[in-house]
């Protein structure tokens, strides 16, 4: 079945746009409410979100569609994305959801939606929900008194604190840490400043005055050049950018020089190997995931597992696989002997507390390998399918034979914005910028 509303992380568009509207919110809350109704007890849902404004509509629209199949709803309020998963378990409800576009611009946003125990849907669950959507369902509505309640739990930001820093090994303390924290005007802007502060960090903060419409503005991980800029300016040991919604996490070295997600896995991968920690005999990464990081980890006798993009993705392959380090470029990174899902400030707090451990700087401790060179083109496109087009197959397919074996190339549709992204990778630096342009260059004739 063709999935008309899910893409690789949930639900997401434009709010109020073709796609993502409060009618649509409704029917989601009340089709998945009847999904996950399993067993005699009161049902409840917890519903996070980040600092959109278009947050309260969504929110309300859910919250409603929950109330009339007979859920009970928790209201956490502004939530990192991780902390609804890790809410959904602890406070045993039957359903996660969080309300975020994740690093997308502010008129975006999106529903994402948690198992009971805090695991991603999987495709079939969002394809019965999907089904649902289809179909009338005002006779599954309920009526007096099992029409569902909603509360709002307010000390939802003080478990989610504790819980983030009990994945650390115990006494830990950051005192003499200098730390510059980019939260991106988003779900984690008070959690992260707060956590650090706590273990004892000089704190220093950028990205926490969200106004509805701030988020991921020229700051956060997808916009880590104001970090950069404060690491050098305040000599601070370590810069930490979030995204939106705080499951992902980009780093900056004492020199303000950017560590991805590449690097950190590489960094923690190595680490737990060390500590006899790590499962799995190696790493789980997308396709994404810089050739750099499969030569360095086949150098350490690891391996480098890859699976197609989506955080989603890579915990599906790490719980096969029996794997408890995974992540992405992006800086997605799992760690699941802690989370179920990427968390930004967690795996943040295992670099410094490994950093802290060898008692050398961070530009020693991730800079861990070169990376290949590497481009990545993103073309916008309105309507169709551009790479079912057979001038972008032929262009393709001319790529892939200038690279022979030297390198890859990676063409995908983003499964949450109108983007064809081109990725490309090789030794011979000129050869990627070439076949990348060429590409890029026909499919934004097409398109």
Not at 121 to 139: R, Y
Not at 394 to 423: F, H, Q, Y
Request: hydrophobic residues 40%; proline residues 3%; charged residues 25%.
């Amino acid at each position: 079945m063709t999935k008309k509303y899910f893409g690789t992380d949930g639900i997401r568009g434009l709010a109020n746009g073709h796609k993502l509207t409060s009618e649509l919110a409704l029917k989601v809350g009340q089709a998945a409410g009847l999904i996950f109704q399993q067993g005699n007890h009161r049902h409840r849902v917890v519903i996070g979100k980040d600092t959109r404004r278009s947050g309260y509509m969504i929110e309300y629209a859910l919250t409603a569609g929950f109330n009339s199949v007979g859920m009970d709803v928790f209201l956490l309020g502004p939530m990192p994305t991780p902390a609804v998963a890790m809410l959904t378990r602890s406070l045993r409800a039957d359903l996660g959801v969080m309300i975020s576009a994740s690093h997308n611009p502010y008129d975006d946003n999106g529903i994402k939606l948690f198992q009971p125990d805090g695991f991603k849907l999987t495709d079939e669950m969002e394809a019965q929900i999907e089904e649902l959507l289809n179909s009338e369902l005002a006779d599954e509505l309920v009526r007096g008194r099992e029409i569902g309640r909603a509360h709002r739990i307010e000390e939802a930001r003080g478990r989610y604190s504790e819980y983030a820093k009990r994945t650390l090994p115990r006494l830990t303390e950051f005192n003499g840490l200098r730390v510059v924290v980019d939260c991106a005007n988003g779900a984690a802007y008070k959690s992260a400043p707060e956590v650090l502060w706590e273990l004892g960090a000089d704190v220093i903060t950028i990205g926490v005055s969200p106004d509805g419409y701030n988020i991921n503005e020229g700051c956060g991980s997808t916009a880590p050049h104001l970090l950069q800029q404060k690491v050098r300016e305040t000599r601070a040991d370590i810069g930490i950018a979030l995204d939106g919604d705080a499951d992902r996490v980009v780093l900056v070295d004492e020199k303000g020089d950017i560590v991805d997600g590449d690097q950190l896995m590489a960094a923690l991968g190595t680490f737990w190997k060390d500590q006899g920690k790590l499962t799995g005999g190696g790493v789980v990464a997308t396709v994404m995931s810089n050739l750099g990081l499969e030569r360095y980890l086949q150098g350490q006798d690891l391996t480098l597992e890859r699976t197609k993009v989506g955080d989603r993705y890579v915990l599906e392959r790490m719980r096969e696989g029996g794997f408890n380090v995974g992540g992405e470029q992006s800086g997605h990174i799992i760690l699941s002997d802690h989370t179920t899902t990427g968390d930004g400030l967690v795996s943040a707090l295992q670099i410094m507390a490994l950093v802290q451990q060898k008692n050398k700087p961070v530009s020693e401790v991730c800079q861990l390998f070169e990376t290949v060179p590497q481009l990545l083109t993103n073309v916008r496109y309105e309507s169709g399918k551009p790479l079912e087009d057979e001038r972008v197959k032929k262009a393709i397919a001319a790529g892939e034979e200038k690279m022979g074996d030297s390198g890859r190339l990676v063409i995908r549709a983003s499964g949450t914005e109108p983007l064809i992204r081109v990725m490309g990778e090789c030794d011979d630096e000129k050869l990627v910028h070439d076949v990348v342009g060429d590409i890029a260059e026909v499919i934004g004739q097409v398109a």
